[in-house]
């Protein structure tokens, strides 16, 4: 992995964004140790870790399929957590966006595909 690149890939979410992002965390899965962000929240970090593992136990205990490649909490004060799956790589990408200052368009279109993009690239060289 490289971790400049990793940190690139921080910095490429930040420009997409433009000043909605609030945080950001990405680290291994299984461990909840984080490896890069911005606006770090080990707290934050440490229950999505646990979310995620829990929604992938009750999703599969009631036969439903598996977490594909993300997913979304909206919640109070404009704030909004997207966790970015990377499966097969061994890690998650937590981000809390200003919902105000964000279109959802924007940020599933543009901004998540960029992130993926530049994490797969920092994690494969």
């Known amino acids: 992995m490289n971790v400049k690149k990793l940190k690139e890939a921080v910095e490429i979410l ?7 992002l609030m945080a950001t965390d990405i680290w291994g899965t299984g461990t909840g140790t984080a490896i890069a962000g ?49 499966k097969e790589e061994g890690f998650q990408w937590g981000i809390l966006v200003d919902s105000s200052k964000v279109n959802l368009g924007l940020l599933l279109s543009i901004a998540v595909p960029d992130a993926r993009k530049a994490f797969l690239e920092a994690v494969n060289d």
Request: glycine letters at 6%.
């Open 38 to 86: 911005y606006n770090q929240n080990p707290q934050a970090t440490a229950l999505f870790e646990k979310v995620t593992d829990y929604m992938r136990k009750a999703l599969k205990g009631a036969g439903f399929p598996d977490l594909k490649d993300y997913y979304l909490l909206e919640m109070d004060n404009n704030a909004m957590v997207l966790v970015l799956q990377f």
């Open 14 to 20: 930040k420009e997409d964004l433009d000043g909605a």
